[in-house]
């Protein structure tokens, strides 16, 4: 009885670490598709609430640090168990960086004028869509414990450095021709940086999710930086 | 004596598991030092030697993740040395990145022109070098067990702030007078923020060093945006 106590609490504490890990992301898909209206629309109020926001996934990864070192020492989990609970952790981690691009981008809003002049402000929300829609996939992934579906996820990375290529030349040609415009595009430039950034972290979540799931690493991935 | 050879099999882990740590640390140093050397003189084949160092780093970190999960399975530690091998965990995570970011430096060396006429190209490594010392003296805290050294450590990040906004200025105005060598000065901006989240993870490491030391968080630190 003993035993099946302590299992059944165990896997009570993991359901709870995999529910915070699923509100972290919830926050931080909300976070990025904020973050791109408000650099789109110019709205300052939204960069406000996301920059707020991140506030709640510090604290979440707080909690997910907090209950997986009750649960390492507390429960001393064995084999998969363990391999579980570091896997919560990395994951923490990294939703945590996630929520700071998110944030990152947010602080830029209010630095970006002429905006109607911006071509890549159509492309970034589409690069975005690609980013966060790996984060959703790979945290579902990570949810149904499905280490199958994510090379696929992986897989979309090279959309996202592929929007990042052609939205670093397009915003180098765009300084050239418009010198007074040149801090926004700056501004810009880190926005897409951001967004393959979190397309990157979106794979070391798959990767995590992989390890979890099937004790084996996905192949790993390199990140490109545009020639200009 | 099965207890006193228990603690003594835990101690030598930890002293493993710190070692490793430690040889991370050498050889982001390292990098980061030559990835500057590389961008100042327009050395490809040091920048090569960066971009191959990354993986003897990135191969470390999987051996600390590796040791660090057998200490928790094999001995299940409690309380101070539970904290300490939850730091060893993600200190080499922060490490591990900050090898990428001395990668990513060393990625741009072949990417920029016109090398003489950035002024950023003086400031830069004097930026880098206040980074560096601070990953150098937050490894030597981590060494030392040193949690007062850390607060000291962590203000010096205003300075490697203070140089990201100068030469994030700077890089715009020259942007604006030189379009033609608008994408090399793309490429140094990045180099400026990857020297910048550089300061910012020795701040990280110093927030685990001073966790593991004390069992208490040093307040958080925002990071910057320039206004451009």
Redesign the interface.
Known sequence: MVAEHTVKAFDEDITRLRGLIAQMGGLAEVSISDAMEALVEGREDLAREVIERDRKI?ALEADV?RLA?RV??LR?P??DD??EV?AA??IA?VIERIG?YAK?IA??VG?IAHRKKFEPLTLLPAMAEIASTMVHDVLTAYAARDGAATSEIVQRDAKVDAFYDSI?RN??SH???N??T???A??L??VA?NLERIGDHATNIAEQVHYAATGTYLP?RE?V?P??
Chains 1, 2 share one sequence.
Request: hydrophobic share 50%; charged share 30%.
């Open positions: 510090d640090d070192v390492l020492a001393a064995m084999a363990l391999r570091i952790l990395k981690g700071d990152n602080k830029r630095h670093f915003l180098v300084m050239v021709e010198p007074t040149v801090s926004s700056a501004q430039l880190f940086r790993e990140e930086i020639p200009a």
